[in-house]
């Protein structure tokens, strides 16, 4: 059912800084930026190795507690077979399986914790996949 981590993702404060610590210094490879909506970056993926990332966002980290972590992306088989689980086990979806920007396809969860949990079924065609 669970295949891996697939990424891990953070809010940045400043970009520029990120890169040059996760890519010069912890020798991760860049691999691709989504964009928003808006057309303005939004992602940076970071290839740490074939088929794991770290997702680095453009955002600002929660102010009332200076929070940067963002969610944790697990890969799976099959989305529709993961999410029908989650729902057997009582466990809500936020977010029901769709479609996302990168075209892979996705529900999310929280743990007991309240954490944020993405659930992601990789399509052959998604940048992930070719990066």
């Known amino acids: 059912m669970i295949k891996g981590i697939g990424h891990v993702a953070y809010n940045v404060q400043d970009m520029e800084k990120a890169l040059k610590f ?3 210094v912890l020798g991760f490879e860049k691999a691709f930026t989504l964009c928003g909506e808006d057309g303005k970056p939004w992602i940076e993926y970071l ?5 794991q990332f770290l997702e680095l966002f453009y955002h600002q980290p929660n102010p009332a507690d200076n929070t940067t972590y963002s969610h944790l992306c697990l890969t799976v088989d099959d989305i529709q077979e993961v999410a029908e689980h989650m729902r057997k086990n009582g466990v809500p979806l936020d ?3 769709k479609q996302g920007r990168d075209t892979n396809w996705q529900c999310w969860v929280r ?6 949990i ?3 079924q990789m399509m052959p065609t998604s940048p992930q996949s070719k990066a």
């Open 47 to 51: 290839k740490i190795m074939d088929g």
């Open 111 to 116: 743990d007991p914790d309240g954490n944020r």
């Open 95 to 97: 977010v029901e399986p």
């Open 118 to 120: 993405e659930l992601m």
């Open 22 to 24: 996760y890519c010069g």
